[in-house]
């Protein structure tokens, strides 16, 4: 039995896949200040025109470029890898895959889209890219695109990330790119949060608002914004893992998962590994699709679908989406790219229709997978990852207790080299769980008694 399933370059998959396209109900609009829809010129100064079209997109698939499969041709196909030291470890019959996205050179799956992202921007003639981060990932895979396509790159990072993270500042800076703490000085957004609140940790929410303005503000007309994940166009690139997953599956001789498990933040790598199998329970087979969120920031699984604000500041158009709150702060846990208030319209509506299976963990039992994962397969995995593992383990030990041989399939997506404070903190016994307090929920909450009301359509399906 091999361990590792490689594609060929030539097998790559070719074409990225849309759930927009099969989902049974409808995405319900963004909407203006006004609470009317949107139309797509009114992203025109935040998104070039290219990117614009396939977030509206309702076409099942869309034609990958061949400049962009020749740079992510440096790390894909990524292996997809049999956890057999894991297996046996828990001694369950359950068959355990993963997709490495800790492949690329930023360590994550986020590259995947950023290259995208910079590509169509550089196609557009745009020449800066600005962008928030909250573990640093994103705002490394982006500072690598843009080096590698000859942008200019700004990133905002959050606080308190900026703090705990000095190195992946660092990489950001070795591939050439701007990285400030945010809250920062630079931006309106920035400076009024600090007055308010000098001491913050910083908020996804609050570095969006500033790289928004940064991006609108540029009067040259050839700057603009980039979004690590939530929106379509950022899922959509992401699809390509799925796919591949797919191809390799078969490849190992699995007919389709039963299980198939990713953490989730803004919902990019749990919809990339997950919406093509997504696409299969929509036509009938019986899987298990959980995206996995800290119980500090339970935006799945205790907040309301809602219309809310994608940043701080109420910059962005109002998505329909389940949300804690523009205003949110979240607890300052390590998992940072597990923080923002809201999730990926596409994941709300997969979830709304009851085809997804929420689930939220606390910070040591993550931990506690992270270094079952250590102890067996070796890898030190990313904060956020290790949120996918402590699920994995779950369904791993239930397959054992049911005596059923299932097949789990879960992203790894990303390593954790740059995130060993966070381990250094486990191991020194200092972390502790938090779950986020009814209370403050609801404080957060009232925010969106304001706004216009987000109706749950399904179809009932499911
Ligand atoms: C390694 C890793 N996994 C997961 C995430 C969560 O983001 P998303 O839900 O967009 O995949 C992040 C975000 O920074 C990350 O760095």
């Given amino acids: 039995m091999e361990q590792k399933i490689q594609l060929k370059e030539s097998d790559i998959p070719r074409q990225w896949y849309n759930l927009a396209a099969d989902l049974p109900t409808p995405l319900l609009p963004p909407l203006g200040p006004d609470g009317k829809p949107i139309t797509p010129d009114m992203l025109a100064p935040v998104f070039p025109m290219n990117l614009i079209e396939q977030e509206v997109s309702a076409e099942r698939w869309i034609d990958i470029p061949e400049d962009i499969l020749n740079i992510l041709y440096r790390w894909r196909p990524a292996p997809l890898k049999r956890a057999v030291y894991l297996e046996k470890y828990l001694e369950t019959p359950a068959r355990i895959y993963y997709k490495d996205e800790s492949y690329s050179p930023p360590g994550s799956h986020k590259p995947n889209t950023a290259v995208a992202q910079a590509w169509y921007n ?18 490394s895979a982006l500072a ?3 080096q590698l396509l000859g942008l200019e790159c ?95 599956l078969e490849m190992a001789g699995e007919k389709l998962p039963d299980i198939v498990i990713g953490c989730a933040g803004g919902g990019s790598n749990f919809a990339g590994l997950s919406f093509p199998f997504v696409a299969d329970k929509i036509n009938g087979a019986d899987i298990k699709i959980v995206p996995v969120e800290p119980t500090a920031c339970p935006t ?57 299976e929420p689930r939220a963990y606390h910070q040591l039992d993550s931990y506690n997978a992270a270094m079952t994962w250590v102890k067996t397969e070796g890898a030190i995995a990313a904060p956020e990852t290790s ?24 992203n790894y997506s990303g390593h954790g080299l740059m995130d060993l404070s966070g381990y250094d903190a486990f191991l020194s016994g200092e972390l502790v769980d938090y779950e986020l307090p009814e209370e403050e929920l609801q404080k957060y909450l009232q925010d969106l008694e304001k706004l216009p009301k987000a109706e749950k359509r399904k179809s009932g399906k499911w």
């Fill in 144 to 146: 690598f695109a843009c």
């Fill in 300 to 356: 799945m699984t205790r907040a309301p679908f809602a219309y809310d604000f994608g940043d701080t500041a109420c910059t962005t158009p109002l998505l329909a989406m389940y949300t804690l709150g523009h205003a949110f702060i979240p607890p300052p846990i390590h998992a940072g790219g597990l923080r923002y208030h809201g999730m990926a319209p596409l994941v709300c509506q997969a979830i709304v229709e009851g085809l997804l």
């Fill in 154 to 248: 700004k990133v905002f990072m959050v606080r308190i990330s900026f703090d705990q993270k000095p190195f992946r500042k660092i990489m950001m800076q070795v591939w050439g790119a701007n990285c400030v703490a945010s809250p920062s000085n630079e931006t309106n957004a920035g400076r009024k949060v600090l007055e308010e609140m000098p001491d913050t940790p910083g908020s996804l929410g609050i570095a969006i608002s500033e790289a928004i303005e940064e991006a609108v503000t540029d009067t040259s007309g050839t700057t603009r914004y980039s979004l690590g994940s939530v929106l379509n166009h950022v899922l959509l690139h992401q699809t390509i893992i799925g796919l591949e997953a797919k191809k390799q």
């Fill in 387 to 410: 949120q996918a593992l402590a699920a994995v383990i779950e369904e791993a030990k239930k397959a054992k207790e049911e005596g059923k041989e299932k097949v789990i399939l879960f």
């Fill in 122 to 139: 550089k196609e557009f003639g745009i020449k800066k890219l600005t962008t928030e981060t909250g573990a640093g990932q994103w705002g």
